[in-house]
């Protein structure tokens, strides 16, 4: 079943807000994930310990460099996604990580050290695409964004990933409260209170409109997913 890697060697990129929300929006539409926290902040596994967490969501733990190919084949067997948030470096768990994805999320801000980090995964994808000698689906995704304007250093980025051919994800994750919000509250976002996180609905869609773009990608890479089931 899929593995899904959240990777930018660039630390507060919003790999782990991203992470949680393509977990939640596929546990809310009813698939069983996995998470593999590979954060050393442990973030995930913290969200996982308030209540709410529904049970077609597991949170693995104790992630190191050695045991990740095997927790990831072993999680692939359990479920019908596997999300791997990583660390902000470009360690060799990372490479590991990256070459047993089926698809590389790369969150990434507005400004140029997030870029570079972006390009740095990029090169270090390509390579692991040359090892296994296959091609490792993966894209730009742009983050904490303004639901009003689109800022210049947030237009460069993008300017300079479709002059280089990166793929970007259509739908930017944007900047809201909501997403803060769910690591304090716990549960999914479709389970936040309404009326006391604001946004929450627009939130919710983005979150929705991120995942569906994650599923329509990974429908076009590999036939088999065709035939899951994920009620929407
Ligand atoms: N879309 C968003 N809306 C609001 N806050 C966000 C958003 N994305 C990220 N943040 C905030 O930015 C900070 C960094 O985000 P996050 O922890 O997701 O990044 P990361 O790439 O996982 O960082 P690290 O490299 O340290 O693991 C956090 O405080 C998080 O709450
Ligand atoms: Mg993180």
């Known amino acids: 079943m899929p593995v899904i890697a959240f990777a930018n060697p660039k630390g507060g990129a919003g790999k782990t807000t991203a992470a949680l929300l393509l977990a939640s929006e596929l546990a809310s539409r009813g698939a069983e994930v996995t998470i593999l926290d590979a954060d050393p902040e442990r973030w995930l596994t913290q969200w996982g310990r308030l209540p709410g967490r529904p049970e077609n969501l597991r949170i693995e733990s104790e992630v190191s460099e050695e045991s990740i190919v095997d927790q990831i084949e072993e999680a692939q067997g359990q479920s019908q996604f596997v999300i791997v948030d990583l660390e902000g470096t470009a360690s060799l ?3 590991n990580a990256v070459g ?9 801000q507005g400004g140029a050290m997030d870029a570079k980090g972006a390009a740095k995964m990029i090169r270090l994808i390509r390579n692991q695409e ?5 091609e490792i689906r993966h894209g730009v995704l742009m983050t904490r ?3 009003a304007v689109t800022s210049r250093a947030m237009r460069n980025v993008r300017d300079q ?3 280089a051919g990166i793929p ?3 739908t930017p994750i944007v900047e809201r409260a909501a997403y803060r919000d769910v690591f304090d509250y716990g549960g999914l976002l479709a389970d936040l209170p309404e009326g006391q996180v604001s946004n929450l609905g627009n939130a919710r869609k983005n979150a929705s409109d991120f995942a569906g773009e994650v599923l329509v990608l990974l429908k ?3 036939p088999e997913v065709e035939t899951m ?4």
Do not use: K, Y
């Open 168 to 170: 970007v994800f259509l």
């Open 130 to 134: 040359r090892m296994a000698r296959r």
């Open 93 to 95: 768990m990372v490479a």
């Open 220 to 222: 076009n890479e590999r």
């Open 145 to 147: 964004t303004s639901a």
């Open 100 to 108: 047993m994805s089926d698809l590389v999320v790369i969150p990434t």
């Open 229 to 232: 089931e994920v009620a929407g």
């Open 161 to 163: 990933l479709d002059r």
